[in-house]
């Protein structure tokens, strides 16, 4: 073989080895270590999640309105800021046509493995108001992290979250609304 083959042989060889040393740091969660929101989820039913959220809107996702970093030394995390247009509230608690919400990680590729936000997606969202003291310590807004929080809305009014499976919309808000009664 000759020398340039060599050359095309040893490249490929090294970015496949550091694709293999990169995937098994990833997976073990060493880079996860420093973020500064735990991604674990408390197991809660759907009546569970409609009664702790402050709001619970239907919308379509906006743009992108920015993205930040924080690092203190001890935690770096990212911030994303994304718009969503409000179809209908169905908590009676929130009044504008518009919401900012706050993910983790830039909103679009990163709040956790199963969620991310798409600009023109149709979502249903249970959301909490959180401050700066909340344990994330990021900024005060509508937190958007955890997988039960998101319901995929398709073009026949089904909505579907990977944790909760699948629902005709109709059907899921008569379950948030009975949950909520007497709140």
């Given at each position: 073989m000759g020398t340039r083959a060599n050359i095309i042989i040893a490249g490929v060889s090294i970015s496949v080895a550091a694709y293999l040393i990169l995937s098994f740091f990833t997976s073990t969660g060493i880079f996860e270590k420093r973020m500064g929101v735990t991604h674990a989820e408390i197991d809660m039913s759907i009546e569970e999640i409609a009664r702790w959220a402050d709001i619970i809107v239907i919308g379509t996702v906006g743009d992108r309105i920015g993205v930040k970093s924080h690092d203190d030394g001890k935690i770096y995390r990212v911030v994303g800021e994304l718009a969503l247009n409000i179809e209908q509230e169905l908590t009676g608690n929130y009044n504008d046509k518009v919401i900012v919400l706050k993910t983790v990680g830039?909103?679009?590729?990163?709040?956790?493995?199963?969620?991310?936000?798409?600009?023109?997606?149709?979502?249903?969202?249970?959301?909490?108001?959180?401050?700066?003291?909340?344990?994330?310590?990021?900024?005060?807004?509508?937190?958007?992290?955890?997988?039960?929080?998101?319901?995929?809305?398709?073009?026949?009014?089904?909505?579907?979250?990977?944790?909760?499976?699948?629902?005709?919309?109709?059907?899921?808000?008569e379950i948030i609304k009975k949950a909520r009664e007497g709140l």
């Open positions: 830039d909103g679009e590729k990163v709040i956790n493995m199963n969620v991310s936000l798409k600009k023109g997606e149709r979502v249903l969202l249970f959301l909490n108001y959180v401050t700066t003291d909340h344990p994330w310590k990021g900024e005060e807004g509508y937190l958007v992290c955890c997988t039960q929080q998101k319901f995929s809305i398709d073009e026949n009014n089904i909505a579907y979250n990977p944790k909760y499976g699948s629902y005709k919309l109709d059907e899921l808000i």
